[in-house]
């Protein structure tokens, strides 16, 4: 799976976007874009998946670049309970259930009121 | 959606017992199941993976004896830590994955903080 570079740590104003990106300059045509959260002493939390298109669901957006070397997710109205651990994966979408997620260090946000 | 219930989600034991944390998938048949590690201030360390009625895939440096991971069906997951020692402190999470679930399908569970005292 293709490396990820995320900065170490944000922060945000409550009630205002929150613009997180991820670096993924090795990424190969297979493979997909995850964002995951964590909040703190909690299991890992979905947020959004894309592969070359931006999307959108009720958590966040995924916009990722033409060339797809880079990815930002959105929370478009951050909250306090949005404080967290975002972390950004790589990985090819094969479907079969051992492919394993890998989780680096992620980017701490800190929204703020 | 997919819910995983890890339990317990606190345990406290002395030094040289043994601790078995449980994972089961509730609405879903959980093909496989991962197992990882959390140190404070670090990120998650995948530890093992395991599919339903067979043994489980160590990653390197992860102690096979000493971690025994039992996934006996479709719907549980067992890790067990044996002889603990206070450096297998840590925040332990499962994940599991089944058929259908797509691509974005690892449902995590809320975690396990064990302190070995």
């Known amino acids: 799976d293709a490396k990820t570079t995320q900065p170490p740590s944000m922060d945000c104003a409550e009630g205002r976007a929150a613009n997180l990106p991820c670096n993924h300059s090795?990424?190969?045509?297979?493979?997909?874009v995850y964002w995951y959260r964590q909040i703190h002493s909690q299991g890992p939390q979905y947020i959004i998946h894309g592969l070359k298109n931006n999307e959108t669901n009720e958590m966040a957006s995924l916009i990722i670049t033409e060339d797809r070397k880079s990815s930002t997710l959105i929370l478009p109205h951050a909250t306090l309970r949005d404080t967290a651990v975002y972390y950004c994966?790589?990985?090819?979408?094969?479907?079969?259930?051992?492919?394993?997620?890998?989780f680096g260090k992620g980017t701490l946000l800190t929204v703020n009121p | 959606g997919a819910v995983v219930s890890q339990h317990p989600s606190r345990v406290i034991c002395k030094s040289g017992t043994s601790v078995k944390i449980e994972c089961r998938s509730l609405?879903?048949?959980?093909?496989?199941m991962f197992w990882y590690r959390q140190f404070p201030k670090q990120s998650l360390m995948l530890m093992a993976t395991?599919?339903?009625?067979?043994?489980?895939?160590?990653e390197q440096g992860v102690e096979k004896d000493k971690f025994l991971i039992n996934h006996a069906s479709l719907t549980l997951s067992t890790l067990t830590v044996t002889s603990a020692h206070p450096e297998d402190s840590s925040f332990y999470i499962c994940s599991a994955r089944g058929p259908g679930q797509g691509g974005y399908g690892y449902t995590f569970g809320s975690g396990t903080r064990l302190t070995v005292v």
């Open positions: 395991s599919n339903e009625g067979s043994k489980a895939t160590y």
């Open positions: 090795t990424i190969s045509g297979n493979e997909y």
């Open positions: 994966i790589v990985r090819v979408d094969s479907g079969g259930s051992n492919y394993k997620l890998t």
């Open positions: 609405d879903f048949q959980a093909t496989t």
